[in-house]
């Protein structure tokens, strides 16, 4: 039995703390917490192998973590990933099935018998993949495999859009005006439409990354645009649920990465600003955010460590919200995963995210992984370089001729590609990171640039090119960006270069 699990029964029996206060002292109630949590407390004991169920860069990152933890590593490789760098650094690599997917990396039963094989105390599912599958952490567990990342309730919860926005509210973070569960019908639809006011988005509520999502700006497109979002959303995700918010015109996507361990300790590690996507893809990443005032980062923050702990939740997370044009936020979605871009906290908080990530699962305690308060300082930024076309975004595989990554003072890459190498067709385009970390957002424009300029990759196509004229955009340099950013970005080049 999992101890986080045990944890979150016991404790939705006891009466809540509030109301113990009534009939006893506080320090009754103190010494009967303690008693209470020793009682609860996992004997520490720290894995001594673990699977690293993904591949790529974050597969190497895991890597590194376990490296300096001195914990051995087991790498799952495809047929298509046998001269990966994630196969050379582990300890032990058991290849697990042909190049594609279905068949290798989200093979649950290959992958639990990889585990099983190789005899490990637990698994880290890095990103996408089968990093928010709640059936995969549970057969993990069943198998006495710690799963490195929350109790699978809490994933399943999240995963549903409206439940984790409910759950949101009732807790006290903001949300956004919309409607309260999943819309029966667009008859349903209109009303909470006309109640929250045009414009609306309908959104899948087993969704995420923009698929099943409309935009609706009056009652006459409405019927269509629902009928639209629920073919849409039960194609993609066997499940047609909808819910409404109303519409943010132009909003910053903002999110707040926090850290849990198994006694309810909650921290939040500041934000990080996302709002340069493209197609739902994001392009770059920094912390913080040019918008953030010190008050609304601290405010924030202590709801997300309140609501989180009494949610249960833990490892790492990442909470999501929309920021409009007042600078109010709206949480919309949490992420129970490290993410792509968790390098930019770690650069400006010092806090290595991967190992927290293990040590929480373990059973450690907050102050014993971060030895101290949390103090962000200067700036970071990260470009993700996919092997995809400038221009028309479209994947780009095939063998690296040159790589130059480059180095210097504040300047991070994390990569698994390599001189050589070859890029596969059949994963996630996204070859490397560019991390760069500056006294102040000036300083890490600048060095970031001279870090693109000085990053050689022949042979295939990367977005390079494209993170070059970013950096050098006048907007982007004044720190005025919005999620409609690249848009308007590429539209300016089309109208300048004779090219396009
Ligand atoms: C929104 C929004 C505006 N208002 N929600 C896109 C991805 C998903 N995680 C949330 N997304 C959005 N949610 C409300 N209430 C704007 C976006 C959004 C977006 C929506 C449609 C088309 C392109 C978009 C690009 C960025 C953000």
Redesign the pocket.
Same mark, same amino acid.
């Given at each position: 039995m999992p101890y986080a699990q045990r944890h979150r029964k016991q404790r939705k029996g006891n009466p809540g703390r509030a109301k113990r206060a009534i009939f006893v002292s506080a320090t009754a109630v103190a010494n009967a917490s303690i008693a209470a949590t020793l009682a609860k407390a996992p004997a520490l004991r720290m894995f001594k192998k673990i699977l690293i169920a993904n591949r790529g860069e974050i597969a190497l990152r895991v890597i590194c973590a376990c490296k300096e933890l001195g914990i051995r590593t087991v790498a799952i490789y495809s047929e298509a990933d046998r001269n990966s760098l994630h196969v050379r650094f582990a300890d032990e690599a058991i290849c697990i099935g042909p190049p594609q997917l279905n068949q290798s990396y989200l093979n649950i039963p290959a992958v639990i018998s990889a585990a099983e094989i190789a005899n490990v105390d637990a698994i880290h599912p890095g990103y996408g993949l089968l990093a928010e599958n709640a059936n995969f952490a549970e057969v993990s567990e069943t198998c006495n495999i710690k799963f490195i990342g929350p109790p699978p309730e809490i994933t399943r919860l999240m995963g549903e859009k409206e439940k984790a926005r409910a759950a949101m509210k009732k807790a006290g973070v903001p949300i #956004?005006p919309g409607s309260e569960g999943i819309l029966a019908g667009d008859g349903e639809a209109l009303e909470w439409a006309k109640h929250v006011g045009f414009p609306v /988005?309908i959104k899948a509520s087993a969704g995420?990354g923009?698929r099943g999502?409309r /935009?609706v700006r009056n009652e006459e497109e409405l019927p269509a645009l629902f009928k639209a979002a629920q073919s849409e959303a039960a194609a993609s995700f066997g499940n047609g649920d909808l819910y409404m $918010?109303?519409?943010?015109e132009r909003?910053r !996507?903002i999110e707040f990465q926090i850290l849990a361990d198994q006694y309810g300790n909650v921290v939040s590690l500041g934000e990080r600003e996302c709002s340069i996507?493209r197609r !739902?893809q994001k392009l770059l990443e920094e912390s913080p955010s040019t918008q953030m005032t010190a008050e609304l980062r601290e405010n924030i923050g202590q709801i997300l460590s309140r609501t989180l702990s009494d949610i249960g939740y833990v490892n790492a997370g990442t909470i $999501?919200f #929309?920021m409009d044009e007042e600078r109010r936020l709206y949480f /919309? $979605?949490m992420n129970t995963r490290i993410q792509v871009e968790h390098p930019v906290t770690e650069m400006v908080t010092d806090v290595d995210l991967v190992k927290s990530q293990i040590l929480l699962a373990a059973g450690e305690r907050m102050e014993d992984v971060l030895h101290g308060p949390i103090v962000a300082r200067g700036h970071a930024i990260e470009c993700r370089i996919n092997a995809e076309h400038p221009e028309k975004f479209t994947p780009s595989a095939g063998r690296i001729t040159a790589f130059n990554p480059p180095g210097g003072t504040g300047v991070r890459i994390d990569t698994a590609a390599y001189a050589e190498g070859v890029i596969p067709p059949y994963y996630d385009s996204l070859i490397a990171k560019l991390i760069v970390r500056g006294k102040d957002r000036s300083e890490a424009v600048s060095r970031m640039s001279r870090a693109l300029e000085m990053f050689i990759v022949e042979g295939i196509y990367t977005t390079i090119p494209l993170h070059r004229r970013i950096l050098a955009d006048p907007d982007f340099r004044e720190g005025k960006v919005d999620?409609t950013f690249i848009e308007r970005f590429l539209a300016k080049k089309d109208k300048t270069s004779p090219a396009a």
């Amino acid at each position: 039995m999992p101890y986080a699990q045990r944890h979150r029964k016991q404790r939705k029996g006891n009466p809540g703390r509030a109301k113990r206060a009534i009939f006893v002292s506080a320090t009754a109630v103190a010494n009967a917490s303690i008693a209470a949590t020793l009682a609860k407390a996992p004997a520490l004991r720290m894995f001594k192998k673990i699977l690293i169920a993904n591949r790529g860069e974050i597969a190497l990152r895991v890597i590194c973590a376990c490296k300096e933890l001195g914990i051995r590593t087991v790498a799952i490789y495809s047929e298509a990933d046998r001269n990966s760098l994630h196969v050379r650094f582990a300890d032990e690599a058991i290849c697990i099935g042909p190049p594609q997917l279905n068949q290798s990396y989200l093979n649950i039963p290959a992958v639990i018998s990889a585990a099983e094989i190789a005899n490990v105390d637990a698994i880290h599912p890095g990103y996408g993949l089968l990093a928010e599958n709640a059936n995969f952490a549970e057969v993990s567990e069943t198998c006495n495999i710690k799963f490195i990342g929350p109790p699978p309730e809490i994933t399943r919860l999240m995963g549903e859009k409206e439940k984790a926005r409910a759950a949101m509210k009732k807790a006290g973070v903001p949300i #956004l005006p919309g409607s309260e569960g999943i819309l029966a019908g667009d008859g349903e639809a209109l009303e909470w439409a006309k109640h929250v006011g045009f414009p609306v /988005i309908i959104k899948a509520s087993a969704g995420g990354g923009g698929r099943g999502m409309r /935009i609706v700006r009056n009652e006459e497109e409405l019927p269509a645009l629902f009928k639209a979002a629920q073919s849409e959303a039960a194609a993609s995700f066997g499940n047609g649920d909808l819910y409404m $918010e109303k519409f943010v015109e132009r909003p910053r !996507h903002i999110e707040f990465q926090i850290l849990a361990d198994q006694y309810g300790n909650v921290v939040s590690l500041g934000e990080r600003e996302c709002s340069i996507q493209r197609r !739902h893809q994001k392009l770059l990443e920094e912390s913080p955010s040019t918008q953030m005032t010190a008050e609304l980062r601290e405010n924030i923050g202590q709801i997300l460590s309140r609501t989180l702990s009494d949610i249960g939740y833990v490892n790492a997370g990442t909470i $999501e919200f #929309l920021m409009d044009e007042e600078r109010r936020l709206y949480f /919309i $979605e949490m992420n129970t995963r490290i993410q792509v871009e968790h390098p930019v906290t770690e650069m400006v908080t010092d806090v290595d995210l991967v190992k927290s990530q293990i040590l929480l699962a373990a059973g450690e305690r907050m102050e014993d992984v971060l030895h101290g308060p949390i103090v962000a300082r200067g700036h970071a930024i990260e470009c993700r370089i996919n092997a995809e076309h400038p221009e028309k975004f479209t994947p780009s595989a095939g063998r690296i001729t040159a790589f130059n990554p480059p180095g210097g003072t504040g300047v991070r890459i994390d990569t698994a590609a390599y001189a050589e190498g070859v890029i596969p067709p059949y994963y996630d385009s996204l070859i490397a990171k560019l991390i760069v970390r500056g006294k102040d957002r000036s300083e890490a424009v600048s060095r970031m640039s001279r870090a693109l300029e000085m990053f050689i990759v022949e042979g295939i196509y990367t977005t390079i090119p494209l993170h070059r004229r970013i950096l050098a955009d006048p907007d982007f340099r004044e720190g005025k960006v919005d999620t409609t950013f690249i848009e308007r970005f590429l539209a300016k080049k089309d109208k300048t270069s004779p090219a396009a």
